[in-house]
């Protein structure tokens, strides 16, 4: 049976962070803007069945909510609790949709990813939130904020040139760093 263990707060004041007792996904995130894009994920599709719902990240052993601005917590927390208790595990995703292989397209994007994987997506994941590549073409790689990030002032603007600067450093100092609309 799989339950939320803990709830930690994010940076971001429209999203909550939801610990899971055990891992929900074997590889990657997933990443909904709306319930139209969730259709076929069946845990996706019926946490968005919950009103209130904005967005909604998950990734190995967490889930985010981004909820719309004039909802309160209350009215999602429990309902979300007693969805993930009930939930059908058979019913989980293995991998994500989502997922592109870009890493495996060049040996710089594998470097990209590396560094990636080692530095930034932990401390997005201590955060509810991720990052997807999602483009890279003459040395501009394009990344989408995922969760609790996607939204946040703070991740939009501070990390894009954290990113920027370490990649520079770690993989070519040609590399420019920018958010995919």
């Known amino acids: 049976m799989i339950f939320v263990q803990d709830v930690e707060l994010t940076p971001?004041?429209?999203a909550l962070k939801f610990i899971l007792n055990k891992e929900i996904t074997k590889n990657g995130a997933r990443h909904f803007s709306n319930k139209e894009e969730a259709s076929e994920d069946l845990l996706a599709k019926e946490i968005f069945q919950i009103p209130g719902i904005k967005s909604l990240f998950y990734s190995k052993r967490f889930i985010t909510i981004e909820k719309e601005p004039l909802v309160k917590w209350g009215e999602i927390q429990k309902p979300l609790v007693s969805?993930?208790?009930n939930f059908d595990e058979s019913l989980l995703p293995?991998?994500?949709p989502e997922e592109k292989n870009l890493a495996a397209t060049s040996p710089e994007?594998?470097?990209i990813n590396k560094v990636l994987d080692e530095y930034i997506r932990?401390?997005?994941e201590n955060d509810g939130g991720?990052?997807?590549i999602v483009d890279f073409t003459n040395n501009t790689l394009k990344i989408k904020y995922q969760g609790a990030c996607g939204s946040c002032p703070a991740a939009i603007h501070g990390t894009l040139v954290m990113i920027e600067n370490l990649l520079k450093k770690e993989v070519d100092s040609k590399i420019e760093?920018?958010?995919?609309?």
């Open 94 to 96: 293995l991998e994500s």
């Open 83 to 85: 969805l993930i208790k």
């Open 109 to 111: 994007l594998e470097k």
């Open 177 to 181: 760093v920018k958010a995919a609309l």
């Open 122 to 124: 932990p401390a997005l």
């Open 130 to 132: 991720g990052l997807q």
């Open 12 to 14: 971001n004041p429209q």
